[in-house]
């Protein structure tokens, strides 16, 4: 047990002690087990003899380390990547969150580590359906009967066990599948009492649409439990959500609007993030005006670019959903994983890339119609790849169109009595000059629009990777998403005839510096519209991998 009062004070016994008194969950043995009734005992004591004094999350936060943050108020160990915390009430414990663990025996066991059985939660009440927060609920509310109880934007989620709106973008831990039962729909403004505790809720959304904070009064304190609206002391609120496509449910507007209603807000006494392991320095947790301010502004000046760009170039997430990016350039949605993008004067239609074998033509002409637009024949089709999948909707075609393509398929193409046309031959015919780039057995394209520059690729560079700003001190963190990092890994690692050929290429479009990139596939629904250095990033992260499989060999 460490103590140390004035700065902070924890309860810490050894999980391995624990461990062999509990070996089974579902029945709840723990109360009858002396050892861990002593256990409890010394804890209980614990508690109780340190001074209510400030909480410091700790700045090594390593092993399964349970902590006592206000009396009565615990953070469980051992959960990892987010945080449980356990509130004592005279008649139950309410539960924050409920874990990445579907068992819930990490939190059973983080419950034992301060004195506390499962038998006595009463309330689950889960901040954000996502799964580091949620997977526990099903079990422990089955054991205890507890009522679990989340923001009603989410519950549907929750309901389906709808994993790709759990998982988002992050690595899939082992999930069943299993729905996670939600007994009780939350609205801002609701109240949970339970013996002396009041628990308010706070509608929270942007990070997901039925993020909630729980705002708890106990002990003269105002404890904020904001799960991920607020992740962390240094790095703020997670707004990584309002980067990636709609289809993982952040949103600019929402979110930016939460922060203001904080901001303006009394700060909390204590602030309980949702990722208070991410931390990589002891902070307090003891709000002030100042700490709260300096925590929240950065977030609100991110949110409000987010919302002022996507206002101005709109939101282009290339996600499946049709949409006009720039005037007269559209993106069409995806056949057979292949982004489909046309260009649309008043004389031609121009449209990139033919998937889809004889549904094409018919893909077109709906999409279009969709779209608001009249279908007509392609005058040209721009193909990015020589691979088959590219170009096997070219036959589907009633008027066969005039193609731009790679010249390794030149003479496949007049073959199955298409007209192959060079790139200067497009430029003469169309309103706006297109520049054509030939990288090994790939075109791109070039050309602008309303100022802007788009580029059209193949299949490199790949969208393989996130870009995190630590808030505090500005740095910048490159996470890399899996699968789609893996599956580059593993084509490159083929021959390394491969991975040179990429990282040339990837050195010939590092000098271009597009304001909208449609790429051949679009992996994660990613934004067209670049901004900053998030070119450099992508042309760097793809060339960290190419060049790994280069050094692997
Ligand atoms: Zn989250």
Request: aromatic share 6%.
């Amino acid at each position: 047990m460490i103590a140390e009062p004035g700065l902070r004070y924890l309860t810490l016994i050894s999980g391995s002690v624990l461990a062999v008194a509990l070996t089974s969950f579902s029945g709840c043995h723990e109360d009858d087990s002396d050892l861990v009734k002593q256990i409890q005992a010394r804890s209980r004591r614990s508690v109780e003899a340190t001074a209510p004094t400030p909480a410091t999350y700790p700045d090594q936060w390593s092993g399964p380390m349970t902590l006592t943050v206000a009396p009565g108020v615990h953070v469980l160990g051992r959960l990892h990547p987010s945080a449980v915390y356990a509130i004592e009430t005279q008649q139950g414990v309410i539960l924050i969150d409920s874990g990445v663990d579907e068992s819930g025996v990490d939190v059973r066991d983080g419950l034992a580590e301060v004195g506390l059985s499962t038998k006595k939660l009463r309330y689950i009440l889960l901040t954000h359906a996502h799964y580091d927060h949620v997977f526990g609920a099903n079990q422990l509310r089955q054991v205890s009967g507890a009522v679990v109880a989340a923001g009603r934007d989410d519950c549907d989620v929750l309901r389906r066990g709808d994993a790709d709106a759990l998982f988002s973008l992050f690595p899939r831990v082992s999930y069943s599948g299993t729905p996670i039962k939600v007994d009780q729909e939350l609205l801002d403004g609701d109240e949970i009492q339970l013996g002396d505790v009041t628990v308010q809720v706070i509608g929270c959304p942007g990070h997901t649409p039925g993020s909630v904070c729980y705002l708890v009064e106990k002990d003269g304190q105002r404890i904020l439990f904001s799960g991920d609206v607020i992740a962390s002391l240094n790095f703020g609120p997670a707004t990584y959500p309002v980067h990636i496509s709609p289809r993982f449910r952040g949103d600019a507007v929402s979110y930016l609007a939460t922060i203001n209603r904080l901001l303006k807000m009394e700060p909390p006494d204590l602030l309980l993030t949702g990722h208070p392991r991410q931390q990589t320095r002891s902070q307090t947790i003891r709000m002030d005006e100042q700490i709260w301010n300096r925590l929240l502004e950065p977030a609100k000046m991110e949110l409000m670019d987010a919302v002022n760009r996507q206002r101005q170039d709109g939101a282009d997430f290339l996600d499946g959903v049709l949409k006009e990016l720039e005037p007269s350039l559209y993106y069409l949605g995806d056949l057979d994983g292949i982004a489909i993008y046309c260009i649309l004067d008043d004389q031609h239609l121009i449209v990139i890339n033919a998937p889809g074998g004889n549904r094409f033509a018919d893909f077109l002409s709906t999409q279009l119609k969709s779209l608001g637009l009249l279908p007509k024949t392609p005058t040209f089709v721009l193909l990015t790849s020589d691979q088959e999948a590219c170009r096997s909707g070219l036959a589907s075609l009633i008027t066969a169109p005039q193609v731009v393509a790679p010249p390794s398929v030149w003479e496949s193409l007049r073959a199955s009595g298409v007209a192959v046309v060079s790139p200067q031959e497009l430029s003469d015919k169309f309103t706006f000059p297109i520049t054509t780039i030939s990288l090994q057995e790939t075109l791109c394209f070039s050309f602008s629009i309303r100022k802007k520059q788009v580029l059209v690729t193949s299949n490199v560079p790949r969208h393989i990777s996130l870009e995190w700003t630590n808030r505090q001190n500005n740095r910048k963190t490159v996470s890399d998403l899996q699968p789609q990092s893996n599956a580059l890994l593993t084509e490159l690692a083929a021959s390394s005839a491969v991975s040179q050929s990429y990282l040339e290429s990837l050195q010939q479009l590092a000098n271009f510096s597009p304001n909208v990139w449609l790429p051949l596939m679009p992996l994660t629904g990613q934004n067209a519209n670049l901004y900053d250095d998030d070119w450099q990033t992508i042309i760097e992260s793809n060339q960290r991998h190419a060049k790994k499989t280069v050094r692997s060999r």
